[in-house]
Nanobody, 126 residues
Framework: QVQLVESGGGLVQAGGSLRLSCAASGRTFSSYHMGWFRQAPGKEREFVASISGNGGSRSYADSVKGRFTISRDNAKNTVYLQMNSLKPDDTAVYYC???????????????????WGKGTLVTVSS
C-alpha cells in the first residue's frame, strides 16, 4: 500500500508561482515512477508531468512545457512540481500519482496509475 499526500496549493495571481509537494510512503520510493495530473471544474483529469524513479527522465504536457518543472528527492520520499508563469487556465485540483508500470514510459494516462493522492487545489486569478 502506498500513500500519497499533496500540499502546496493555494490562490495565486496570474504570472505567479507555486511549488507543489507530494510525500509518499513506502521503502522503495526510488523505484516508483511518479506523475502529476490535474482536473479543472467540469473537465476530465489530464496528465501534467512525470518523472522516472531515478529522476533521469521527465515528460510534460504541451500546455505546461517551459513553465512547470517536475523533480524529486528520493531521500525525502517526495516529488515536486514547480509551477511558474501561472495562467487562469491552470486552475485545477492537482493530483500526485504512482505509475503501475516497472519501466518508465512516455505515455501517461489516468488508467495507468495505481495510487493517487487526494489532491491540492490551485486557483489562479486573472
Amino acid at each position: 500500500q502506498v500513500q500519497l499526500v499533496e500540499s502546496g496549493g493555494g490562490l495565486v495571481q496570474a504570472g505567479g508561482s507555486l511549488r507543489l509537494s507530494c510525500a509518499a510512503s513506502g521503502r522503495t520510493f526510488s523505484s516508483y515512477h511518479m506523475g502529476w495530473f490535474r482536473q479543472a471544474p467540469g473537465k476530465e483529469r489530464e496528465f501534467v508531468a512525470s518523472i522516472s524513479g531515478n529522476g533521469g527522465s521527465r515528460s510534460y504536457a504541451d500546455s505546461v512545457k517551459g513553465r512547470f518543472t517536475i523533480s524529486r528527492d528520493n531521500a525525502k520520499n517526495t516529488v515536486y512540481l514547480q509551477m511558474n508563469s501561472l495562467k487562469p487556465d491552470d486552475t485545477a485540483v492537482y493530483y500526485c500519482a504512482k505509475d503501475r508500470r516497472f519501466t518508465y514510459g512516455s505515455s501517461w494516462s489516468v488508467g495507468g496509475m495505481d495510487y493517487w493522492g487526494k489532491g491540492t487545489l490551485v486557483t489562479v486569478s486573472s
